[in-house]
């Protein structure tokens, strides 16, 4: 490898890519390479083993996906399924093919049973059915785990996985219909402020708890993770579960952080539920043990972050 390596970010218009970007570059030893879509699909397997022919990569962050929340999930699950598995097994097999040795795959809470016992564990991976309304993108996940786990095994290589929970920040995805709860609620308490409506309904019942995470600590983690010394990652992983959980290990109710959400935005109207429409998976709390040990913890508490996000939102596509 070279004494600057040349990094690869997959997805790095992405919120979490981006992010990681904006990590490598502030730490300034690495020489980031990007590709933004309309000169690498990465659906193409051609064109990424093009790439990877030509482009000398020393590591790989795959952060690129097809993401959304329930509503998308569920109205394009075969948009969902395949392209994200598209993306995974071109990127890692043409990596390896051309010879790349360290690569970091990102992945997501949903991996893991909809009524895995709290916090889940690693080991809580495929031991019972999946929440159905984002069955599809969780399935290519596993795959894209299960993809690293076995080129390790197979050709000795270091191909490591973090399934963050649910992030947010700068570059989210603020739209209406297809973002997941965070942006969607800043976006719908920011609009009922504009117009001045008397109360914002939220999906479901509000009881369901959830984990959030400020997308610059997940960037954070996922460097860290990728530059520990093999040895010292693979003795708090194991063989065939060799992922490790990124959270913030603090949960608060889907009503709790719309009252969050209206107070940093200012809204002083009434939150309503829907409980006809979805709550998902009842909770999902993340257990962070394996990667505390290994010396890493997030430092934007959520208030902090959801201020920040508002303030990304306004500056994107606020008005």
């Not at 040349?6 to 990590?23: D, E, L, P, T, Y």
Request: include cysteine; aromatic fraction near 8%; charged fraction near 20%.
């Amino acid at each position: 490898m070279r004494n600057t390596p040349r990094i690869f970010v997959a997805g790095h218009r992405g919120m979490v890519g981006s992010a990681i970007v904006r990590k490598l570059k502030a730490e300034g030893n690495a020489e980031v390479v990007t590709k933004p879509r309309a000169e690498l699909d990465l659906t193409d397997q051609r064109a990424v083993r093009d790439f990877f022919s030509k482009e000398k990569i020393d590591q790989v962050y795959l952060a690129a996906a097809k993401v959304g929340g329930i509503n998308a999930n569920n109205s394009y699950p075969a948009d969902f399924i395949y392209q994200n598995l598209m993306i995974e097994t071109n990127v890692i097999h043409e990596a390896w093919r051309a010879g790349v040795r360290k690569l970091l795959l990102l992945g997501s809470s949903c991996i893991y049973p909809r009524l895995a016992p709290q916090p889940m564990t690693e080991d809580a991976l495929l031991t019972g059915p999946l929440e159905p309304t984002n069955e599809p993108y969780a399935i290519a996940k596993i795959a894209g785990i299960k993809l690293c786990e076995s080129y390790n095994r197979q050709y000795g290589i270091d191909y490591r996985s973090v399934m963050p929970t649910n992030l947010y920040g700068p570059g989210d995805n603020y739209h209406p219909e297809n973002s997941h709860v965070l942006p969607a609620l800043i976006r719908r308490f920011h609009e009922a402020k504009v117009a001045k409506t008397a109360s914002v309904v939220i999906w479901g019942t509000g009881e369901p708890k959830r984990e959030f995470l400020y997308v610059d600590d997940m960037a954070a983690a996922s460097v860290y993770v990728m530059n520990l010394p093999v040895e010292v990652y693979q003795a708090h992983t194991k063989p065939m579960q060799s992922h490790l959980n990124v959270g913030s290990e603090q949960e608060v109710s889907i009503a709790e952080l719309a009252g969050l959400v209206r107070r940093v935005v200012g809204y002083s109207g009434d939150i309503v539920t829907d409980p006809s429409m979805p709550d998902g998976a009842p909770r999902k709390l993340m257990s962070t043990a394996r990667l505390n040990k290994l010396g890493w913890w997030p430092t934007v508490a959520l208030e902090d972050g959801v201020r920040l996000a508002y303030e990304d939102f306004l500056s994107t596509v606020g008005n």
